[in-house]
């Protein structure tokens, strides 16, 4: 079974101006067809999502024009223009919205769903994306349109700025993609309006950005997030707060707009894992964007110098969005006008820089969660989650069922290069039932093909094992499919078990139940309007790699290895020495040293001669 939205990279995608050609070359016989005498663009089965989307193809046709001068294209630009002017512009307040700050306003909206009162909630939104369409139109409009209709184009454009901004409250969906499209909005506005009007616009937009969004940006793995959706980041609508911010340093060249699309560009490449798989946010854990990400993840990836572009996108849109059917949607248009009009490329080569939250090499990736423990491990082009056992979830010693990778106090990290070798040691206090301090030490090692792990703790009672992940995915071509094994192998006894209890709440990777369905059927609220990520929070077990101690370890410590990607037995040793901690396998030898003067966990690697 494979996953839905993950698919092949973004930057496999070709994003040459013939490949662009040839893209809106397609848009422009489809909308030729399908124009109706009024001028309606919509595809016909579009139902949510609407308010914008025949302004959206003619805005594309419009590009087309520019870029072909397809003397098709003028007439059906005038008509479909005409058609969003006559009978997409709402001014009559929408029956049970719950957002306005002023009633009876008059101001124009567009509208989630056309019928009055039916799901109003999304027309904030609607009108973001409508102010959005309307502006590109306005950006090509000269040579195209007369001068009467694109001033009342002009007219409408400056009242969506107003309704989203003095009729409705700020981003009342509490979504940092929405918010910096509207800023977009009214920095594009700005531009069309005479110099008396343009500077208020575009201070109240910059205002907006400064006060709304980034005062109220969320900490996740050392980096300040715009919130999106009640959380820090989303691994769908995360790429395209990246996309609104390039376009924002773009067409303003505030500074503030690169800084701030550089952390977050940063973030994303430590947590993306090599091969572009993703999971995780606070909308939809597994639901990925695709033509929506391309303009951010390809202009900070060039900015930071990192290969962004190999998160999979969804390739079912990758050019623009569609229907059911495969037909042309004009929903978020403007993303691929953006994308067609800059002129970066793909960086295909990944950061030579260490990341604090990443370990990466080759094939071999670990993306590690504020914790400093992994959120998601790949090897052997598998992709394994963090387990859950009693509740609890992580990578990390068990014992009596108490998992020990919640740290009580400060995390360090050593990162290492060496011999063809990449390596991160991770040193973390933890504190288990008992109120005793202890440390774990987790060492990760990899030649680019396997990843080596190895977890030393003072000596724990009972018979510990090592939560060593759960197997949940792997690659299949351009397409990513579920799996509920992984090539792993331990000098110390392994074990793949699976939770016997039934429900959502113990979850077997054998059964076809994802882990985005099972986080929302553990979600306080509907799919769509819950947080998942919460759901999933509430997992009592899961399918768990477990590993037991290793047998050549000092008396005082339990040390337990792993290697993943690789199935063959391997040797492990630990022993004590003058140096420190000194870890053996067949492929490197690690000393893990005392503490330097500022507390600093000190790592020595050499590789194996063979």
């Not at 769903?113 to 009108?127: I, M, N, Q, Y």
């Not at 192998?489 to 959502?504: D, V």
């Not at 047998?551 to 792993?562: G, K, T």
Request: hydrophobic share 40%; aromatic share 8%; net charge negative.
């Amino acid at each position: 079974m494979h996953l839905l939205h993950q698919r092949g990279p973004l930057h496999d995608l070709p994003d040459t101006p013939e490949a662009y050609d040839a893209v809106l070359a397609d848009v422009t016989e489809q909308a030729l067809r399908r124009l109706t005498p009024d001028g309606n663009l919509e595809h016909p089965d579009a139902d949510d999502d609407i308010g914008d989307t025949s302004l959206g193809i003619t805005s594309l046709l419009a590009l087309a024009w520019r870029r072909t001068g397809d003397q098709r294209l003028p007439e059906a630009v005038r008509r479909s223009l005409a058609f969003h002017l006559r009978e997409r512009v709402y001014r009559e307040d929408n029956p049970g919205y719950p957002n306005l700050t002023v009633r009876g306003s008059g101001l124009p909206y567009a509208r989630y769903v056309l019928e009055a009162g039916a799901h109003p909630v999304g027309d904030w939104p609607s009108t973001v994306w409508a102010l959005l369409q309307a502006v590109n139109v306005l950006d090509m409009a000269d040579g195209l349109v007369d001068d009467e209709q694109r001033a009342d184009l002009l007219e409408v454009a400056r009242g969506y700025w107003s309704w989203l901004t003095e009729a409705t409250f700020f981003n009342p969906q509490e979504a940092g993609n929405q918010a910096i499209g509207c800023v977009v909005g009214g920095l594009m506005l700005a531009r069309h309006l005479p110099p008396e009007a343009a500077e208020p616009v575009r201070a109240r937009a910059l205002t907006l950005y400064t006060d709304e969004i980034r005062a109220h940006r969320v900490r996740d793995r050392g980096a300040l997030l715009p919130p999106e959706h009640g959380g820090a980041y989303d691994n769908n609508y995360g790429p395209i707060s990246l996309s609104f911010l390039a376009q924002a340093h773009r067409i303003s060249g505030e500074e503030m707009f690169a800084e701030d699309g550089d952390a977050l560009a940063r973030y994303i490449d430590a947590r993306l894992t090599g091969g572009g798989f993703d999971n995780g946010g606070p909308r939809y854990s597994e639901q990925h964007s695709a033509f929506e990400s391309v303009l951010g993840l390809r202009y900070f990836g060039a900015r930071i110098g990192a290969d962004l572009g190999r998160y999979r996108g969804d390739s079912r849109w990758a050019r623009h969005a569609v229907g059911a059917d495969g037909g042309v949607d004009g929903h978020f248009a403007w993303m691929l006008v953006w994308q067609i009009q800059d002129t970066a490329r793909w960086r295909r080569e990944p950061s030579s820089h260490a990341a604090r939250h990443q370990l990466r090499a080759g094939a071999v990736s670990v993306a590690f969660d504020d914790r400093m423990t992994p959120a998601v491990i790949e090897a052997g082009g598998t992709y394994l989650l963090a387990a859950a056992v009693d509740r609890q979830h992580g990578f990390g010693p068990v014992c009596d069922g108490f998992l020990l990778c919640r740290p009580m106090g400060e995390v360090r990290v050593r990162d290492v290069r060496a011999e063809g070798l990449t390596a991160k040691l991770v040193t973390k206090p933890v504190v288990g039932r008992d109120h005793v301090l202890r440390y774990v030490r987790s060492l990760y090692v990899t030649d680019g093909t396997t990843l080596w792990t190895a977890v030393a703790v003072e000596h724990l009672d009972g018979t510990p094992y090592l939560l060593a992940g759960m197997p949940y995915a792997e690659d299949d071509g351009d397409r990513v499919r579920r799996t509920a094994r992984a090539a792993v192998s331990s000098p110390g006894s392994l074990r793949l078990t699976h939770p016997e209890a039934p429900g959502p709440d113990h979850f077997d990777a054998r059964a076809e139940l994802t882990q985005e369905q099972a986080a929302f059927a553990l979600a306080a609220d509907p799919r769509g309007y819950g947080n998942p990520d919460e759901g999933w929070r509430h997992l009592v077990g899961s399918t768990a790699l477990e590993a037991g101690p290793i047998a050549d370890a000092p008396d005082d410590l339990h040390v337990f290895a792993v290697r993943y990607g690789a199935e063959e037995p391997f040797a492990a040793s630990a022993e004590w020495g003058e140096e420190g901690l000194t870890v053996r396998t067949d492929a490197f030898t690690a000393v893990l040293g005392p503490d330097d003067a500022h507390a600093e966990p000190q790592l020595t690697l050499r590789a194996v001669s063979r």
